[in-house]
């Protein structure tokens, strides 16, 4: 079945950091890929996602590169912000988006 | 537009007794979703619906029911609480198509069962 690993946490890091948050899948198929973000007290919202190989998903300086070949999801941002203090999950979409399987979640905390 | 509500925000049950989650949208999805996040565990799928008047089991089903008898609704019920259960509940929507991507949820329920 499908399955998504990523780093644990908790993540701790000065604001103007630089952010990577590791993610790989195990899927059937092509699957869709995805990075959910939960602020203190909220559901999740979408970040950004990507539907292929090699598509780059982005917002908000976010960035994630769908790697096939090391069926890869890694979040990534340049300077980290306090405001970016959340809890990231990657995520991924069975055949026809039916359903989606997440991640454990990484809580990220930025210290000014 | 309220988005994805959930009622209610928080409960306390003690075991044994029963429960009804609602969960309501106003955005005319097709699908709807019941997630409990644990920690260390991510969001676990309980059960979804594809439409008005149907359901269908996720990843843990077990202790829980779910109906859909209108579009804009869907109930999760707890018959008879077990402590295992304690977690925080999250619904979710989506619209129906093969694109639609985005799955948008509402702010959850914190349920303790003693």
């Known amino acids: 079945g499908n399955s998504v690993t990523q780093m644990e946490g908790p993540v701790t890091l000065s604001e103007e950091a630089f952010l990577t948050i590791n993610c790989t899948y195990t899927a059937t198929g092509y699957p869709s890929l995805f990075w959910y973000v939960q602020y203190p007290g909220e559901g999740l919202q979408l970040l950004l996602k990507a539907t292929k190989a090699d598509d780059k998903g982005s917002n908000k300086g976010f960035e994630a590169t769908y790697r096939k070949e090391t069926t890869s999801f890694h979040l990534e941002k340049g300077s980290v912000q306090v405001s970016d203090s959340a809890v990231y999950f990657c995520a991924l979409s069975d055949f026809g988006n039916e359903k989606l399987t997440f991640g454990t979640g990484t809580r990220l905390t930025i210290i000014p | 537009n309220a988005g994805v509500t959930q009622t209610p925000k928080f409960r306390v049950l003690k075991t044994g007794q029963s429960m009804t989650l609602l969960c309501a949208q106003d955005m005319n999805h097709e699908y709807m979703y019941w997630y409990r996040q644990d920690p260390g565990m991510g969001l676990r799928l309980i059960h979804y619906s594809v439409g008005e008047g149907t359901t269908a089991k996720g990843e843990v089903p077990d202790g829980y029911n779910v109906s859909r008898l209108k579009k804009q609704n869907f109930l999760l019920g707890l018959e008879s609480a077990a402590p295992s259960q304690t977690s925080v509940y999250f619904c979710?929507?989506?619209?129906?198509?093969?694109?639609?991507?985005?799955?948008?949820f509402g702010p959850g329920t914190r349920l303790t069962v003693t």
């Open positions: 979710a929507s989506r619209e129906s198509g093969r694109y639609s991507y985005e799955q948008y």
